[in-house]
């Protein structure tokens, strides 16, 4: 089982639509977790970070993070065509490396 | 500040040639990085360095050498491509992995796309 697991899709929806996109993860020591995004031909770029359990929000944005079942969410609401990107989530323990998902694939149609 | 360039942007290699991936990044970071992404692989670790003179092997390194000779340059070679190594490589930087706690974000530079014949 690979650590980091993420739907690969793609997903297509109608703009102002909430979009979740969800990971799960397989090592308890892992204790951030972060989304990427990434345009077309770019580098990825962070979204967001949580330390622990919890939510994190940040305008449309809202990150989760369930320790107890080893899920990791993104909400995003009023979806733009803008939105239209690969998300990636991570995640780490204190002082190791980043591990990926492999990236889903959003497209927001106007 | 640019944050993390990377040179080249593009390169078509003929299988068995060499080349050097440079890796450049203007925020004083300790760390670098050397990811390679691939569709439906996700972003793959290949070789990292906690501080100048300093290399590690991440999850993926056959296949290629990095040298950090100076704190803000990370460089990846390829000493005989191969059709398996085309891919997108992403350099990356950071502080140490955490500070007091807080995790320090990964900055990417923009990516080299590679194409071994």
């Known amino acids: 089982q690979k650590e980091v697991e993420q739907d690969p899709g793609p997903l297509s929806v109608p703009e102002g639509a909430i979009v979740s996109l969800n990971c799960t993860y397989s090592?308890?020591?892992?204790?951030?977790f972060m989304w990427y995004r990434q345009y077309s031909r770019k580098g990825p770029e962070l979204l967001m970070y949580?330390?622990?359990?919890g939510n994190k929000e940040d305008g449309r944005f809202t990150a989760q993070v369930d320790k107890s079942s080893k899920y990791i969410s993104l909400f995003i609401r009023d979806s733009q065509p803008s939105d239209s990107a690969t998300y990636l989530c991570?995640?780490?323990?204190?002082?190791?490396?980043?591990?990926f998902g492999k990236g889903i694939t959003l497209s927001v149609r106007p | 500040n640019a944050g993390v360039t990377q040179t080249p942007k593009f390169r078509v290699l003929k299988t068995g040639q060499s080349m050097t991936l440079l890796c450049a990044q203007d925020?004083?970071?300790?760390?670098m990085y050397w990811y390679r992404q691939d569709p439906g692989m996700g972003l793959r670790l290949i070789h990292y360095?906690?501080?100048?003179?300093?290399?590690a092997k991440g999850e993926v390194p056959d296949g290629y050498n990095v040298s950090r000779l100076k704190k803000q340059n990370f460089l990846l070679g390829l000493e005989s491509a191969a059709p398996s190594q085309t891919s997108v490589y992403f350099c990356?930087?950071?502080?140490?992995?955490?500070?007091?706690?807080?995790?320090?974000?990964?900055?990417f530079g923009p990516g080299t796309r590679l194409t071994v014949l």
């Open positions: 990356a930087s950071s502080y140490s992995v955490t500070s007091g706690g807080a995790w320090n974000e990964q900055f």
């Open positions: 991570a995640t780490t323990g204190a002082n190791s490396k980043l591990t």
């Open positions: 949580t330390y622990s359990s």
């Open positions: 925020m004083n970071h300790e760390y």
């Open positions: 090592n308890s020591a892992f204790q951030y």
């Open positions: 360095s906690v501080g100048e003179g300093t290399t």
